[in-house]
């Protein structure tokens, strides 16, 4: 079976911490993303890397970075969380380089709190 | 601009009957669209791809169509269960991008 595993189901921070979300696959995929999914809005990509050390801003990149040492570790960064920043954060891998519409392989979801 | 509109926002069926998700997209040149499921507290599974070519796929109980023509697609679950409650995502790639374009998705509770 094929597992992306979050680190953190739940995290509870507060303004101005930095926050570290980690993601590991087991299916060595080329391909990592990070969304955050809020009611209403659907989901939305923070960033993508489709290699090792590379990575590529998404729809919504601002207060987050990235992180890819690693083909299965992709790591989501806040330097300093806002109350803004509090989602559900989904980690997702794919198959191939540059896939289009591949299917996603998403993990549990590591939902923030910041207070 | 490329956009996906899932309807309805939410659903409520009682077991055992039928029901009917629509997915409606204006992403072009139109490469693929694909059905995810999300139950609560999950990150979400692939149900089923479409491609141009495909008109009707069918997963156990779920059936998804396609109509390129209209840009439409739905996800019709036959003899709904109680671990169908969930919500359902239609996601759709536009033809020479590497982006995706999530719906915001259908929430359907199925009731004993």
């Known amino acids: 079976d094929v597992k992306v595993t979050q680190s953190s189901r739940y995290l509870v921070k507060r303004t101005g911490e930095k926050v570290f979300l980690e993601c590991v696959q087991d299916?060595?995929?080329?391909?990592m993303f990070w969304y955050r999914q809020d009611p209403g809005l659907g989901l939305r990509l923070i960033y993508f890397?489709?290699?090792?050390?590379?990575?590529e801003k998404g729809d919504i990149p601002e207060g987050y970075s990235v992180s890819r040492e690693k083909k299965e570790r992709f790591s989501l960064i806040l330097e300093s969380a806002s109350t803004n920043q509090t989602s559900m954060y989904l980690c997702?891998?794919?198959?191939?380089?540059?896939?289009?519409?591949?299917?996603?392989?998403f993990g549990e979801g590591s939902r923030l709190t910041v207070l | 601009k490329n956009q996906v509109e899932q309807s309805p926002q939410s659903l409520i069926i009682l077991e055992g009957k039928n029901c009917t998700l629509q997915?409606?997209?204006?992403?072009?040149?139109?490469?693929?669209l694909r059905w995810y499921k999300q139950d609560t507290g999950r990150g979400p599974v692939s149900l089923t791809i479409?491609?141009?070519?495909?008109n009707t796929k069918s997963n156990g109980r779920y059936t998804a169509t396609l109509d390129a023509d209209t840009k439409q697609s739905s996800l019709h679950i036959t003899a709904s269960q109680l671990s169908d409650s969930a919500s359902y995502i239609c996601?759709?790639?536009?033809?020479?991008?590497?982006?995706?374009?999530f719906g915001s998705g259908t929430r359907l509770l199925v009731r004993p």
């Open positions: 997702a891998s794919s198959r191939f380089k540059r896939d289009r519409g591949r299917e996603l392989f």
């Open positions: 299916m060595d995929h080329e391909n």
């Open positions: 890397s489709y290699d090792v050390k590379m990575k």
């Open positions: 997915c409606n997209y204006t992403v072009s040149p139109f490469s693929n």
């Open positions: 479409m491609t141009f070519s495909e």
């Open positions: 996601v759709v790639t536009a033809l020479g991008s590497y982006k995706l374009i």
